[in-house]
């Protein structure tokens, strides 16, 4: 999986953990068995990110792993190389 797919899948999943925190909280009240369910299938998400992370959001370039700033990262904090077109970032480091 490319590294840009993987950023997308855990930001769904992140968004997924949410919608259903929410949907657990706002069903709470009724009884029914909802709320387990949406509480046990947030905690799959949340923790499906986590593995997401760990086994695909790796640098193409030089293979090690990026978690601080996923979301925003354009450059490999160990090599600066650009994620999507390889050129290395110029400047001190
Ligand atoms: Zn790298």
């Given at each position: 999986m490319k590294f840009d797919r993987a950023k997308n899948l855990v930001k769904l999943l992140l968004a997924f953990c949410v919608v259903l925190c929410v949907i657990g909280i706002v069903t709470a009240?009724?009884?029914?068995?909802t709320p387990v369910y949406a509480s046990i299938a947030s905690f799959v998400c949340f923790v499906l990110s986590f593995v997401v992370v760990a086994v695909y959001c790796k640098c193409p370039y030089c293979g090690k792993r990026v978690y601080l700033g996923l979301f925003k990262a354009t450059h490999c904090p160990h090599c600066r190389r650009n994620f999507e077109t390889g050129v290395k970032k110029k400047g001190k480091r």
């Open positions: 009240e009724t009884g029914s068995m």
